[in-house]
């Protein structure tokens, strides 16, 4: 609907029909956020105006309108499509319009219950944009409360470790990450079963961080059984599937196992490409490690050209200071050095 349509139709309600209106509204938004498909990314991107008509004006009204429960179970599912494509302004409006309407602390999670998933999306949104340490401090005090909150086996418990584990894996902390998301996957194992897309994942995340350790081998291991589950359980173009993919391109390629490795980049970067378009992040990523592949094949003049054409493209949607783009600066800057001739960069 145009959003002179929404504005036209909102004048012409009192505000007992607009608060009705609201809660219709977020409902079929919110409900439509709950299964995951293929086509689930380009869906969410198509919420996106009637997010924006939900979401505009004053939030606070919408806390009077119906009850608390359902209002903020329709804002956090709202907040969830917003992380999913990368809405960021958007998000962080609703997360401070949550915050202030509860006179909570953005980085000190409360012991509400309520609140939780709240400061989980804001830890995720810290990294998505690279404020890894920020991300870390953060789900450290929500993975505290959650454990006295919530029983050992509880989604939103688990949910929370495996982000913190992420978190240190991305600061280093490899042997605390390492840790954490072992008892995570062992647990996700017990209570949703082996072949679960939140086991699978969380499996990933522990084949990542035995890479990042240099356990190459046994890293690609634990790629190669999930992937094969995945690819039953879910298809091979499923963003797990895919996400397990470049994980073990990754550790092929971290043992010069060259042409596996470029025979997995090229068809996650395809794949990627067609399903979530040519700037999605996932999509950057993939080319960056494509661009390394052919660097380490010899292949100097189309490995330049691929990694500047990502490192272009990052600056534009994650910004020059975000740490994808600074590790594709410094991989292309090492390419450069190499060359007797430095390539002109084109503008974007």
Not at 193 to 201: C, E, F, K, R, V
Not at 222 to 242: D, E, K, M, Y
Not at 271 to 282: I, S
Request: charged share 25%.
């Amino acid at each position: 609907m145009h959003p002179l349509v929404h504005a036209w139709a909102k004048d012409r309600q009192n505000s007992d029909q607009q608060a009705r209106s609201w809660l219709n509204a977020g409902g079929i938004i919110a409900l439509s956020n709950l299964q995951s498909s293929l086509f689930q990314w380009y869906f969410q991107r198509m919420l996106r105006p009637h997010l924006h008509s939900l979401l505009a004006g004053d939030l606070a009204g919408a806390f009077s309108g119906g009850p608390e429960e359902m209002i903020l179970w329709i804002l956090f599912r709202c907040g969830q499509i917003l992380l999913q494509i990368l809405a960021d302004a958007e998000l962080v409006e609703l997360l401070n319009h949550v915050f202030q309407e509860y006179k909570a602390d953005p980085m000190i999670p409360t012991p509400l219950s309520k609140l939780l998933p709240f400061y989980r999306l804001s830890a995720n949104h810290c990294l998505n944009t690279g404020r890894y340490e920020e991300a870390s401090g953060l789900l450290e005090r929500i993975v505290k409360i959650g454990n006295t909150m919530l029983p050992p086996g509880h989604p939103d418990r688990l949910s929370s470790q495996h982000d913190l584990a992420r978190a240190y894996r991305r600061v280093k902390r490899l042997e605390e990450a390492y840790e954490l998301e072992r008892e995570v996957a062992e647990t996700m194992e017990g209570t949703l079963g082996p072949n679960d897309p939140s086991t699978l994942m969380s499996e990933t995340e522990l084949a990542l961080i035995l890479g990042d350790r240099g356990d190459y081998e046994e890293a690609e291991k634990v790629c190669r059984r999930i992937l094969a589950v995945s690819r039953r359980a879910f298809g091979v173009r499923h963003p797990n599937t895919l996400t397990t993919m470049a994980a073990l391109a990754s550790m092929l390629l971290s043992q010069k196992k060259l042409e596996e490795a470029e025979e997995l980049n090229e068809k996650i970067l395809e794949m990627r490409k067609m399903l979530l378009g040519a700037k999605h992040p996932d999509t950057l990523a993939s080319m960056a490690n494509l661009a390394l592949t052919f660097e380490h094949q010899g292949r100097k003049t189309e490995a330049v050209e691929l990694m500047m054409e990502c490192t272009q493209l990052q600056e534009l949607v994650l910004g020059a200071e975000h740490p994808d783009t600074l590790a594709s600066s410094a991989n292309l800057q090492s390419l450069f050095n190499t060359k007797a001739e430095r390539p002109r960069l084109s503008s974007i």
